[in-house]
T-cell receptor, first 112, second 113 residues
Framework: ELKVEQNPLFLSMQEGKNYTIYCNYS?????LYWYRQDPGKSLESLFV???NGAVKQEGRLMASLDTKARLSTLHITAAVHDLSATYFC????????????WGAGTKLIIKP | ETGVTQSPTHLIKTRGQQVTLRCSSQ?????VSWYQQALGQGPQFIFQ???????GRGNFPPRFSGLQFPNYSSELNVNALELDDSALYLC????????????FGQGTRLTVV
């Protein structure tokens, strides 16, 4: 069974701190996606990681992919309150195109 | 905001009824995927449409069906609604076989009572 596991599922942190969200997956897919979701809202694409060793950064967020370990990380640097949201990782069902298996999400709360 | 629009935004139906949800894909995108997101959970893949045909399906019963039209817009139909069908239904549009990202609509919140 294809699985995508995120941890932690809940994270409360102070502004200015650094932290990492982990995403493990069981497929052989080499494409991994990170999305952000605000309460009651849709999904916003953050990163698309397409190959082993891929690293992408946008502002205080940086994502990386290790396809051999089947692991992706989303690192938050010097967190600010506006980054409070739920973060999801997802991978393609093997040989598919955007037929995604999702993690359960990490609810991130950043306190002032 | 993405160019993907869904309608309606909210809907309340009674158990046993049928519902149709609609999705207009982003300009230039030819593939639409549908997802169900129960409260507090990650999305679950329902099915995908490309060239007006179903191209991949998740673990959902046949009472979940869909269509894609020549303009790439899509419908999700659910028959014999059950209470557990209450969820946020999201559609995502993408361009077939490219490494570009998929964009999601704002979703339809379906409540079955």
């Amino acid at each position: 069974e294809l699985k995508v596991e995120q941890n932690p599922l809940f994270l409360s942190m102070q502004e200015g701190k650094n932290y990492t969200i982990y995403c493990n997956y069981s497929t052989t897919s080499d494409r991994l996606y990170w999305y952000r979701q605000d309460p009651g809202k849709s999904l916003e694409s953050l990163f698309v990681l397409l190959s082993n060793g891929a690293v992408k950064q946008e502002g205080r967020l940086m994502a990386s992919l290790d396809t051999k370990a089947r692991l992706s990380t989303l690192h938050i640097t010097a967190a600010v309150h506006d980054l409070s949201a739920t973060y999801f990782c997802a991978v393609d069902i093997e040989d598919s195109n955007y037929q995604l298996i999702w993690g359960a999400g990490t609810k991130l709360i950043i306190k002032p | 905001e993405t160019g993907v629009t869904q309608s309606p935004t909210h809907l309340i139906k009674t158990r046993g009824q049928q519902v149709t949800l609609r999705c207009s894909s982003q300009s230039g995108h030819n593939t639409v995927s549908w997802y169900q997101q129960a409260l507090g959970q990650g999305p679950q893949f329902i099915f995908q449409y490309y060239r007006e045909e179903e191209n991949g399906r998740g673990n959902f019963p046949p009472r979940f069906s869909g269509l894609q039209f020549p303009n790439y817009s899509s419908e999700l139909n659910v028959n014999a609604l059950e209470l557990d069908d209450s969820a946020l239904y999201l559609c995502a549009s993408s361009l077939w076989q490219t490494n570009t990202e998929a964009f999601f609509g704002q979703g339809t919140r379906l409540t079955v009572v």
